[in-house]
């Protein structure tokens, strides 16, 4: 016998509020779903707000500019959880950010350089793990968006930051691994400075005012200078792959 209409469960209209008794664990899969592709374009805005503005912003010394990048790139790694349906990508980006706070406690145990190595460290693990959580949404199967496209871009972008904290590593174990720079000494200026010439070497545009010259430097170089390539080619062509089968389905 069927129930009244009153005895039925209400559903939410936007399906973004929880019901009162459902699985809830489809129920945060459907809600991911729904805002998986905004929050691309999201991402993508926050990344960019981090690369163009408040990373020259630091490099400037302005006041409050250290704190406007921390908001972005915290408020970027929120949304990027809020995505993750894997447990061992959200544990990679917890532990990667434990490690980068590790540097900012004052007067802690470590000296200045293991408690560098060990925050670039922690960002490498996180950036890492953020992309394999973007990537996932942009290749996942179904129609390419516009959604998709922007976090292709927030894919490419992280590795040119990725990389940054890689450079950052050898300057900091290496002073003289770079031409052109200072002696690293953990100002938040840095950052800046390694993103400009990871971006340079992703995209092959190389403009020659930093050069790398320890060994391993240069071979950092070149790694991402063919994943910067290699990575356009492949994901053209899968994302042209995902088009078409969906057109056909």
Do not use: K
């Not at 490099?59 to 500019?65: C, N």
């Not at 349906?85 to 990667?96: F, K, S, T, W």
């Amino acid at each position: 016998m069927q129930g009244t209409e009153s005895d039925r469960e209400p559903s939410s209209p936007s399906g973004l509020l929880p019901p009162a008794s459902a699985d809830w664990w489809s129920w945060a899969h459907d809600v991911q779903d729904r805002i998986r592709d905004p929050s691309l374009t999201l991402i993508l805005v926050l990344e960019l707000a981090i690369i163009l503005v408040a990373a020259p912003l630091t490099a400037l010394g302005w006041p409050l500019a250290e704190a406007v990048l921390n908001t972005l790139i915290w408020l970027m790694v929120l949304i990027i959880v809020l995505l993750s349906r894997r447990r061992g990508a959200i544990v990679a980006i917890v532990l990667g950010i434990a490690l980068t706070l590790g540097d900012l406690s004052p007067g802690g145990a470590w000296s200045p350089t293991p408690a560098g190595v060990l925050s670039r460290g922690g960002t490498i693990l996180a950036f890492s793990a953020l992309t394999w959580v973007v990537a996932h949404a942009v290749y996942a199967p179904g129609r390419i968006t516009s959604h998709r496209l922007q976090g292709a871009v927030v894919v490419y972008l992280n590795l040119a930051m990725i990389f940054a904290a890689a450079y950052r590593v050898i300057w900091e174990l290496s002073p003289t691994a770079f031409s052109n720079v200072p002696v690293a000494s953990g100002l938040p200026g840095e950052f800046s400075l390694m993103l400009y010439f990871s971006l340079t070497t992703l995209t092959t545009t190389g403009s020659g005012d930093i050069t790398p010259v320890h060994p391993f430097a240069r071979s950092l170089a070149n790694i991402e200078s063919v994943v910067g390539q290699l990575y356009l080619a492949i994901t053209v062509a899968r994302l042209v792959t995902l088009e078409l089968a969906d057109r056909r389905r």
